[in-house]
């Protein structure tokens, strides 16, 4: 994996993650040589139509819309 210094990430940012997304090939950033992130490509999943994907798997119970609690329990309402 290439290992760059966080100031050259830090000039270079835009392009280096062009490079990601060109080669997918990650990158690893580093502090005074010590690793403190790594810039991955995407994967394939992310790139798929996420809506509406958990249709037929979750059910919604109750009012999504109003408050948990009722107006009267809200301290910030008060005075």
Do not use: H, Y
């Not at 991955?40 to 979750?58: C, E, F, L, Q, Y």
């Amino acid at each position: 994996m290439k290992e760059i210094a966080i100031s050259e990430f830090k000039a270079k940012c835009l392009s280096l993650l062009d490079q990601v997304q060109k080669t997918k090939k990650p990158i690893r950033i580093t502090r005074f040589g010590k690793p403190v992130a790594e810039v991955v490509p995407t994967s394939p999943a992310s790139k798929s139509n996420w809506m509406g994907s958990m249709k037929d798997r979750i059910e919604i119970l109750g009012d999504l819309v109003s408050p948990g609690n009722e107006e009267s329990d809200w301290e910030a309402l008060r005075n």
